[in-house]
């Protein structure tokens, strides 16, 4: 079945928006299937995917496809586990570059909740426990934003322009990296300013399927020869670990990426923690292919 993605802030009506965030809430109350005693249901095991990788899938190349891939499984979650039978949306984060808070996305009705302080207090998600994080797998937090609005402007047209004129991938992945990917986590700010933890906030899925939109539409410039383009580091530089504060990826990761050296291949092979089977970046490169069966509207 092709899957087609819309937009949440313009085409979905509010009956698909409440299926979308009924389905999100049927994942945070299914049990676990990892068997991990620190994943109690199976949006965790989701979260902790996430987590315990974080450095070997940021600041490094396989950035794009591992949350293409990442953003892939969330929806067949969603479809396969909880009925789900809309298509994964995604946030038209430059339509609200102006009116971050007024955004419809943050409707406490037909969204996510707004933007709320140490917790968010209204909304589907403002009783929602969240456990694992970068300091903790046992951890007892809420969700919470605070939004920065000078961090959000780096969505705006023109760096979004500068990113669509880059002619390589390395290039691509590292301008789509600093700025529509930097500028959506930290204008939200709160937990999805931990780029690790992140993935706690709902909002997560909708930002990082705007952040492939958006590097699909650089493939599809030269289609032939950018399904094939894939080159940069495959474990991040030591000043991107001292920034994240990472540890340096072990010989259990680098020996199973499968590239023969520091240079991402696209046979590097990705994992999600057994949620579903492994593949390789080649896998997930063509959003057309049977794996993801997917275009943006």
């Known amino acids: 079945m092709r899957q087609i993605s819309n937009t949440y802030r313009h085409t979905l009506s509010d009956s698909e928006k409440d299926a979308y965030i009924s389905a999100e809430l049927c994942l945070m109350n299914s ?18 995917s996430h987590v315990i990788q974080g450095n070997i899938i940021h600041g490094v190349s396989a950035f794009l496809p591992w949350h293409r891939w990442y953003v892939r ?44 302080g140490e ?23 809420c ?48 937990l999805m300013n931990d780029f690790l933890a992140a993935p706690n906030d ?17 493939q599809q410039q030269d289609l032939s020869t950018r399904l094939t383009d894939m080159s940069g580091r495959n474990v991040p530089s ?15 990761f680098t020996d199973y990426f499968g590239d023969g050296g520091n240079e991402t291949t696209l046979q590097h092979n990705m994992w999600m923690v057994d949620i579903t089977s492994n593949i390789t970046i080649s ?8 794996i993801n069966c997917a275009t943006y509207i």
């Open 73 to 116: 499984v969330h929806e067949a979650l969603l479809q396969s586990e909880c009925g789900y039978e809309g298509a994964h949306p995604y946030w038209d984060e430059l339509h609200d570059i102006d009116d971050l808070a007024g955004s419809i996305v943050f409707d406490p009705v037909t969204g996510f909740g707004s933007e709320g």
């Open 238 to 252: 030591a000043e991107t670990r001292e920034f994240f504060n990472f540890d340096e990826p072990g010989p259990e």
């Open 143 to 190: 969700i919470n934003r605070k939004f920065n609005k000078e961090a959000w402007t780096m969505n705006n047209q023109t760096n979004l322009d500068k990113c669509s004129s880059a002619t390589s991938y390395g290039d691509v992945s590292r301008c789509m990296e600093g700025s529509a990917h930097g500028g959506g986590h930290t204008g939200v700010g709160g």
């Open 202 to 218: 709902p909002i997560f899925f909708l930002h990082h399927a705007y952040v492939d939109k958006l590097w699909w539409e650089w």
């Open 283 to 290: 896998d997930i490169m063509d959003l057309h292919n049977d």
């Open 119 to 141: 917790c968010i207090t209204d909304g589907p998600f403002a009783n929602h426990t969240v456990r694992i994080t970068e300091r903790s797998l046992y951890s007892n937090e």
């Open 31 to 48: 049990a676990s299937q990892l068997g991990h005693d620190f994943t109690t249901n199976r949006w965790e095991d989701l979260m902790y």
